[in-house]
């Protein structure tokens, strides 16, 4: 099936059950095949973080057929926590299900791994000063995956609290380029005026 080493694979993936769906190719299936398509469809919504076509995606499954598979309602109890932004929760209800190998179970531990990255990077933003203890409940991690997710990110110690330091990575200045920009704008409608005047 489709390889998942890259973002492009799993997008692929996303594109080829949209495209299912459209084709109407699940009444050609029986409600087993067809859930499995369901569910890898939705757990690549995850993965892709498109958590607005996953909620759809719910909706339109039957109802009677949704909620007849646990694996399916697993996936989505993920997606309820995602789109509630409870990264902790996220990260239980991933682990909470023993997902069916080879595609399901391979997308989901990706996401995992992927939700919790993104999430601490997010941090980054939130925090100039955080206890891994507080930073692990958030994320619901143990602590010490929050210690190595720090050393790897060249996060410091504070020396009096203990607290982590986050690593920002000063972005580049783009404020002269929008300065700029209005003040070409602002010339170009002044000359505009002018010769309509």
């Known amino acids: 099936m489709v390889g998942l080493a890259g973002g492009e694979t799993v997008d692929a993936l996303v594109t080829y059950c949209e495209d299912f769906e459209l084709d ?9 095949q067809s859930l499995a398509v369901f569910k890898v469809h939705l757990a690549a919504y995850l993965l892709c973080n498109q958590l607005d076509n996953a909620r759809f995606l719910w909706k339109r499954i039957e109802p009677g057929l949704r909620h ?13 926590a995602m789109w509630a932004k409870d990264h902790a929760l996220t990260q239980a209800a991933i682990t909470a299900f023993s997902w069916s190998p ?5 997308l989901m531990e ?3 791994r992927e939700h919790l990255h993104r999430c601490f990077d997010d941090s980054v933003r939130c925090y100039s000063l955080v206890s891994a203890a507080s930073l692990s409940a958030t994320l ?9 997710m720090a ?4 996060w410091t110690t504070d020396a009096e609290s203990g607290a982590l330091v ?3 990575v000063e972005a580049p200045q783009t404020k002269p380029a929008l300065a700029e920009t ?4 602002t010339d170009y409608v002044a000359h505009v005026e002018r010769e309509f005047k």
Do not use: Y
Request: proline share 8%.
């Open 182 to 185: 209005l003040s070409r704008l």
């Open 140 to 148: 619901g991690v143990p602590v010490d995956t929050i210690q190595q």
């Open 24 to 32: 109407l190719k699940h009444a050609g299936l029986t409600v087993e």
């Open 166 to 168: 986050p690593f920002k």
């Open 102 to 106: 080879p595609l399901v179970g391979m």
């Open 110 to 112: 990706r996401l995992q």
């Open 151 to 154: 050393n790897a990110a060249s």
């Open 68 to 80: 007849r598979e646990p694996e399916l309602c697993a996936i989505w109890a993920v997606g309820k």
